[in-house]
């Protein structure tokens, strides 16, 4: 079991970075892989971005296309933590992000933080 807490959420300019985290309880965290996903405001909620559990994989790292080259993902296995930098914001992004875990063919999510990106 895996339990996910986000935090880092807040308003920002657009233009403007904003650094999330997700500190994960449970011994699973360092063999889970993890992501951030959001939902804004009357739409599904969308994939942002991923992070493999193992580190030769070559996709590590995954990024949907509205972010690449904007966002950064990274973990931290001693720490049990996942963070995401968020660089270059825009409206667009404004969403509540929610941390995921995946283990063992098992999901697991956060309560979810807002990001508000004013224009």
């Known amino acids: 079991q895996v339990q996910l807490v986000e935090s880092g959420g807040g308003l920002v300019q657009a233009g403007g970075s904003l650094r999330l985290s997700c500190a994960a309880s449970?011994?699973?965290?360092?063999?889970?892989?993890m992501g951030w996903f959001r939902q804004a405001t009357g739409k599904e909620r969308e994939f942002v971005t991923s992070?493999?559990?193992?580190?030769?994989?070559?996709?590590?790292?995954y990024y949907a296309d509205s972010v690449k080259g904007r966002f950064t993902i990274s973990r931290d296995n001693a720490k049990n933590t996942v963070t995401l930098q968020m660089n270059s914001l825009k409206p667009e992004d404004t969403a509540v992000y929610y941390c995921?875990?995946?283990?063992?063919?098992?999901?697991?999510w956060g309560q979810g933080t807002q990001v508000t990106v004013s224009s």
């Open positions: 995921s875990a995946s283990h063992i063919g098992r999901n697991y």
């Open positions: 992070i493999s559990w193992d580190p030769s994989r070559t996709d590590y790292f």
């Open positions: 449970g011994r699973a965290f360092s063999s889970s892989a």
